[in-house]
């Protein structure tokens, strides 16, 4: 099945800094890859997702690169504020979704 | 437009108990999913149904059954808890299996004694 790896497992910013997440896949057959924002205690939300006929994708403060040669993606967030603390998953899909184990980001005021 | 909603919140067993976890959509979507997750270890699918009438294992179905019971409505169950079992398990649905956004219920968290 499809292997999903994330780095870094925690990441500390201060506030306005930038922060970046990586994430790499294995199933060239992978289509599509959301990223997922969880607070603690909440339910994950979808926060921005990208499809494999697109290289980056933008929302405000966040935006999303693949690079399906390599086989990996990335979350960037920029402007980095306090509400951003939460714990970020990436995913790929092929028949179901695949999930990284997470990384908790902390930004310090 | 509740979205996805499960019951119960919270539930402890006793090893070897049984018992139900209900999840339940109201947008319409054709594709369930069951996930659990445990510290360090992000979300692990147990089963997914693709539409009404299918059910597919994910990757650690073994001590689970699931049941979808129609288009809005998936099951699972715990016929005999073990300890290994205690986690957050969350219920899931998209439009269609894997390729639109998911949506998220708000999570059960289960605690096996």
């Known amino acids: 099945g499809e292997n999903v790896e994330q780095h870094p497992s925690t990441l500390s910013v201060q506030e306005g800094d930038s922060a970046v997440i990586k994430c790499t896949y294995s199933d060239s057959a992978s289509n599509y890859f959301p990223w997922y924002k969880q607070e603690l205690g909440k339910r994950p939300q979808l926060i921005i997702d990208?499809?494999?006929?697109?290289g980056e994708k933008k929302d405000q403060r966040i935006a999303v690169t693949l690079n399906k040669t390599a086989k990996h993606f990335s979350l960037h967030i920029t402007e980095t504020q306090p509400e951003d603390s939460a714990v970020y998953f990436c995913?790929?899909?092929?028949?179901?979704?695949?999930f990284g184990t997470g990384t908790s980001l902390t930004v310090i005021p | 437009n509740a979205g996805v909603t499960q019951t119960p919140k919270f539930q402890v067993l006793k090893t070897g108990q049984s018992m139900t976890l209900q999840c339940a959509q109201d947008m319409n979507h054709n594709s369930m999913y069951w996930y659990r997750q445990d510290p360090g270890m992000g979300l692990r699918l147990i089963y997914y149904?693709?539409?009404?009438?299918?059910?597919d294992k994910g990757e650690v179905p073994n001590g689970y059954n699931v049941s979808r019971l129609n288009k809005r409505e998936f099951s699972l169950r715990l016929e005999s808890a073990a300890p290994s079992q205690t986690s957050v398990y969350f219920c899931a649905s998209t439009l269609e299996l894997a390729v639109n956004e998911q949506f998220f219920g708000p999570g059960t968290r289960l605690t096996v004694l």
């Open positions: 149904s693709a539409s009404e009438g299918t059910t």
């Open positions: 995913a790929s899909t092929g028949n179901q979704f695949y």
């Open positions: 990208i499809r494999s006929n697109v």
